[in-house]
């Protein structure tokens, strides 16, 4: 009897853990273990020949003119996305936490684009941009603006950070009108008597106690612009023009799927792999350390 | 310094509930004006008013001379001390007593003078480099009066500062706030719920109910001379005993056990009153003396005096009576005991208003 309920005991959590473990494994672990494999081979487009070429695509790659543009149109990307999606955020969360009457309508309706799926998203800007069809291509032809995100490449670029930024916002949109909220009335209250006017008391306290919130995002959004915005720049622009909106994830995706150099995607896939792994570290590092003021 | 006035002052909110109603006051130059009430009775929504933290619905807000109804909270010369003590969480305690000076544009060495003089005043020097945080309650409530008094403002405001801390603590810092303002001698309105945090402070107390001003006066005045059946359950601890008792004549009040009252002076009221007397001013004495009988049943020693409680007899009105703690008692004891005729308060069960 005894016996019989401690085996039971020892296997339930083991059972317990098993489907977290098998997703982890075989959409983690395993495509993960694959990609370093494949990173270290050479294979021809249709998996005739197969060589061990050690860190030969690394060093191909790094010295590649190519993979740094694509370096840094990730990094241009990653920063605007970022920095709009945060401080639109902000600023909305900032207005809509002053709303009393009717905030709960407000906050609904600017939570609902992250429930948009983002080829859906991309699309709705991909049309809304369309040189021929589009609504804010005819009327900037209006003011005399000539609007082609197809041929010029700042343009693609805006295209693929208004569309990334509108399917972000709301995350970050929720994150800081919980952080205001959570800051006691009294603290700008106090600071009010202190004679600090609304403009001061927002950069001197609202936003330093914001700041754990903001940090946290910044890695998030740093992250999402890096990752998932795939689906966006796939539906809308496909990396051009030229490659000027050919982020690391893109170009994975290119050199792998269309391409066929399974090697190099592979390699470009643990270079990811790393930068994603500092980012976490990074952030955790910091949570820890300066969450508590 | 300042003396303050408030005339015909309402707070109605949007949604049509009246904090405060027509609220009169004159609080003169260097006064500890202490406000208490039950919990939304409008007293906390006063003090946000004259900080300018609330907007004022009708009526006028002087401090001295200048009307300030419509004055930014920075520009009305007051300093405010909060419930949560609301610590700049990132910045240390010098910078948490120095942003008000700095905001105000005053120098550098100046606000080192002013932040050291008042850190030592309340003996916090070495806590200056702390954020609030790592500091315990006490030191958190010190720090909030040191943001308050850096400043040397018109008027201080206090929003029920000591109730976040232990009795012990508590007892400590009100005398020490009691200290600190007559040394400077700032007008101060002082906002509780505890009628003895009250009595103890104020040199003027005001009693508020359901946002309207019960009784206005020096705490012995309120204590000896409630102006209403609300002021006087109020305060005084333990609370005041009612009774529902009926008036023979302007000189008699008969008791609901028949017993007869003389009272000392007539009264202009005639059937049925509410008398008031204090647990402090029932007496024990001689059966043939006594005014009724108490059958004890629940005992309180808390070494200097102790508490009886028992229902008034012929009926189920529980009567506290407050006794030497030198006389022993047992549960059940009867207890011949006698009003002092001096101290009893009548008061009209309809208005709830004093009987004279």
């Known amino acids: ?293 | 310094m300042a003396s303050l006035t408030l005339t015909h002052l309402n707070k109605t909110y949007p949604n049509g509930f009246t904090a405060v109603h027509d609220l009169n006051l004159d609080i003169n130059d260097g006064e500890f004006l202490v406000l208490v009430g039950p919990s939304g009775c409008g007293k906390s929504t006063t003090l946000r008013m004259v900080a300018g933290l609330e907007t004022v619905s009708s009526g006028d807000l002087h401090i001295g001379d200048q009307r300030v109804n419509d004055l930014e909270p920075a520009d009305r010369d007051i300093a405010m001390v909060f419930q949560n003590y609301a610590l700049y969480p990132h910045m240390t305690v010098y910078k948490n007593m120095a942003y008000g000076l700095k905001n105000r544009g005053e120098s550098r060495a100046d606000i080192d003078r002013k932040v050291r003089e008042a850190a030592q005043t309340l003996d916090i020097e070495h806590l200056l480099d702390a954020k609030p945080a790592r500091l315990s309650g006490g030191q958190r409530q010190r720090v909030a009066m040191g943001r308050a008094i850096v400043r040397n403002p018109q008027v201080f405001l206090f929003d029920e500062p000591l109730s976040n801390l232990d009795a012990k603590l508590r007892v400590q810092m009100r005398i020490e706030i009691k200290r600190l303002q007559q040394r400077f001698g700032t007008t101060a309105i002082y906002v509780t719920h505890d009628q003895v945090e009250a009595m103890t402070l104020a040199d003027r107390l005001v009693v508020m109910n359901g946002g309207k001003v019960e009784q206005v006066g020096p705490p012995i005045e309120l204590y000896e001379q409630p102006a209403s059946r609300f002021v006087a359950g109020f305060i005084g601890s333990p609370a005041m005993n009612f009774l529902t008792a009926h008036l023979e004549n302007p000189t008699t009040l008969v008791l609901p056990n028949g017993q007869r009252l003389e009272l000392p002076q007539a009264v202009d009221h005639s059937g049925e009153v509410m008398l008031g007397f204090r647990p402090e001013h029932l007496e024990s004495c001689s059966p043939e003396q006594s005014d009724f009988t108490l059958s004890v049943e629940i005992i309180e020693p808390l070494g200097a005096d102790t508490l009886l409680y028992g229902n008034f007899p012929d009926t189920d009105t529980l009567v506290l009576a407050e006794q030497s703690g030198k006389a022993r008692f047992h549960s059940g004891e009867r207890i011949p005991l006698r009003f002092d005729r001096q101290r009893l308060h009548l008061f009209d069960p309809q208005t709830e208003l004093r009987i004279t």
Not at chain 1, 180 to 194: C, F, G, H, V, Y
Not at chain 1, 268 to 293: A, D, G, H, P, W
Request: aromatic letters at 18%; zero cysteines.
């Open chain 1, 1 to 293: 009897m005894h016996d019989k309920s401690v085996f039971q005991h020892r296997l339930l959590p083991y059972v317990l853990v098993a489907p977290q473990l098998i997703i982890t494994l075989v959409f983690f672990i395993w495509p993960a273990g694959q990609a370093l494999y494949q990173s270290f081979l050479v294979e021809d487009a249709f998996g005739f020949s197969t060589e061990f070429v050690w860190f030969e695509n690394f060093i191909y790659l790094l010295s590649d003119p190519e993979y740094w543009t694509s370096i840094r149109v990730t990094a241009v990307f990653s920063f605007w996305v970022a920095f709009v999606g945060m401080a639109l955020a902000l600023l909305l969360a900032a207005m809509a936490d002053k709303v009393i009457r009717g905030s709960r309508f407000y906050q609904t309706l600017l939570i609902w684009p992250y429930a948009v799926a983002p080829v859906v998203a991309a699309v709705l800007w991909l049309m809304l941009f369309s040189p021929s069809i589009g609504l804010l291509p005819f009327w900037l032809s209006k003011v005399g603006y000539q609007w082609n995100h197809l041929a010029n490449s700042v343009e693609a670029n805006i295209l693929v950070i208004i569309a990334s930024v509108w399917k972000q916002f709301s995350y970050n949109f929720i994150f800081f009108i919980a952080g205001l909220q959570a800051i006691p009335r009294s603290l700008i209250e106090a600071a009010a008597i202190d004679g600090a006017r609304p403009f001061r008391r927002f950069w001197q306290i609202v936003f330093p106690l914001l700041s754990p919130t903001a940090f946290f995002l910044l890695v998030v959004n740093v992250v999402y612009a890096f990752f998932e915005t795939f689906a966006v720049i796939h539906a809308t622009t496909q990396g051009g023009p030229g490659n000027s909106t050919k982020t690391l994830v893109y170009k994975v995706f290119e050199d792998g799927f269309i391409g066929l150099d399974l090697g190099s995607s592979s390699a470009q896939s643990v270079l990811l792999m790393v930068i994603v792994i500092t980012l976490t570290v990074v952030q955790f590092r910091y949570v820890e350390k300066k969450v508590q003021y």
